[in-house]
């Protein structure tokens, strides 16, 4: 993962406790601003109707090789790796980010593991779990 230091040049000239200003810098700037490893993140959405459970991330640049799925031991595990470029660049300005990325999702016992399946399309990869039949409500017929 193509990670990078910076150092927070205000440092030297704010007095107090260093974790404070970092602190407050990484709330307003992002963890660039305070000398942090600014990480790739990947934004997910989960929810759930009344046949499935659903989870959606936003992986834009990852292709399907760059996706691994498992399911043990009820979590869900999603890896994604964007990869970098090729060749070496000299930017002024790289705030894209690169290198893999580990969502968990921790599911009920209700769910089909043989029935999880998942489809990436237009840098949104969406994953799908079924629930067990006799997990999903039932209505029930009144006399």
């Known amino acids: 993962m193509a990670n990078t230091l910076v150092t927070n040049r205000l440092r030297p000239f704010v007095p107090g406790p260093w974790s404070d200003v970092d602190s407050l810098m990484e709330q307003f700037f992002g963890p660039q601003a305070s000398g942090g490893i600014q990480a790739f993140c990947v934004p997910a959405s989960v929810w759930e109707d009344q046949a499935s459970y659903h989870v959606e991330m936003d992986v834009p640049g990852v292709t399907r090789e760059g ?31 690169y290198g893999k990325v580990t969502r968990t999702v921790t599911l009920p016992e209700s769910i089909d593991p043989e029935s999880i399946s998942a489809e990436l399309n237009n840098g949104v990869l969406h994953v799908k779990v079924a629930k067990k039949p006799e997990a999903q409500p039932k209505r029930i017929e009144i006399k």
């Open 67 to 97: 996706v691994d799925i498992t399911y043990e031991k009820g979590t869900l595990r999603i890896t994604t790796e964007r990869q970098g470029p090729e060749e070496q660049r000299n930017g002024l300005v790289d705030e894209r980010r």
